[in-house]
């Protein structure tokens, strides 16, 4: 009887020792996996790249505004995605600002805006140098409301370094993201006869290549 439970047990132990092994295994096997889909991706490098739009008012005065703090990457896949601190918006003049910010954008509740479509993952392989137009669908998130943008962009590759600009600016209207009344605010405050609800905006981005 005694032999039988030190049989028994034994085959218990090394049954549990088996299960032990095999879910190390499986583990072991899950994390090379990963690391095998998990490829290099492409940074965005904000010192040398930019995100302007051009504001229109009294249908002949445009102006060229920027945004100072954004990130972004792109993925093996060619996935790019972007997001923007509202609150860095950029007109030169602080009252401007401030007011964009507060009346337009309303960055206490819309911080930030997010865009993100996808370029063929063929260019991000490509050793050397090159440069061609291809046409791009986006998807663009702003102030609580999301709206797809279609545009043609400028892709260069160029030693680990991948830029992506905009070949004609993308149009976007106010109406699209519920920014209309802040357009109303923003032309009342500044006793203008108009301001344009569509707005242009103009990518030029680069970027570098991790090292992973």
Known sequence: MILHKFRLNNVSST?????????????????????????????????????????IKNNQISETHSFQKFSGSI????????????DSVDTKIPIRDERMRNLF??????PKATFSTKIP????????????????????????????????VMILNRKNALRVVTNNPILISAEDFNLIAGIAKLQKIAGLDSISAVVPVILDLIFIQSET
């Open 105 to 110: 954008f309303e960055t206490e509740m819309f």
């Open 121 to 152: 993952a063929e260019d991000l392989e490509i050793e050397n140098e090159y440069s061609r137009i291809v046409e791009v669908n986006g998807r663009l998130g702003l102030h609580g409301a999301e709206a797809e943008l279609n545009s043609k």
């Open 75 to 86: 993925t093996s896949e060619g996935l790019i995605h972007l997001i923007i601190e509202l």
């Open 15 to 55: 049954t549990f020792l088996l299960k032990a092994i095999n879910l190390s295994k499986l583990l072991f096997l899950l994390l090379m996996m990963t690391s095998l889909t998990v490829r290099a991706e492409w940074n965005l490098d904000q010192s040398k790249s930019s995100i302007e739009f051009i504001s």
